[in-house]
């Protein structure tokens, strides 16, 4: 019942831009915190964005921070990812997650209760 479909994905250049964007259905969406993951091969996944619950607040990975803008409309069940000035070290598979916490660690991927299939970012070097 509940799904998280991502979408957005490709091969762009470096220093080029990609908007990705997750639809999500089953749940209550707004009342969730929505976050970004990724993850590269033969690496952790990693956090890279997320946005509190109604949109309150977002949170960026570092080395994202000031090219990256998470984004979330409620009344459309979305959360997108604008990614600009990508890097080649930006390569992964980017998922969508959603957690029901009431407070939530959104960096940890222990705290989010469905995942998305993920959508391939390649950026070449």
């Known amino acids: 019942q509940v799904q998280l479909v991502e979408s957005g994905g490709g091969l762009v250049q470096a220093g080029g831009s990609l908007r990705l964007s997750c639809a999500a259905s089953?749940?209550?969406?707004?009342?969730?915190?929505m976050g970004w993951f990724r993850q590269a091969p033969g690496k952790e996944r990693e956090f890279v964005a997320a946005?509190?619950?109604?949109?309150?607040?977002?949170t960026y990975l570092d080395s994202v921070k000031g090219r990256f803008t998470i984004s979330r409309d409620n009344a459309k069940n979305t959360l997108h990812l604008q990614m600009n000035n990508l890097k080649p070290e930006d390569t992964a598979v980017y998922s969508c997650?959603?957690?029901?916490?009431?407070?939530?660690?959104?960096?940890?991927?222990?705290?989010?209760?469905?995942w998305g299939q993920g959508t391939q970012v390649t950026v070449p070097s």
């Open positions: 997650a959603a957690s029901r916490a009431s407070w939530t660690i959104v960096s940890s991927t222990t705290q989010y209760d469905y």
């Open positions: 089953g749940f209550t969406f707004s009342t969730y915190t």
């Open positions: 946005s509190r619950r109604f949109g309150t607040s977002t």
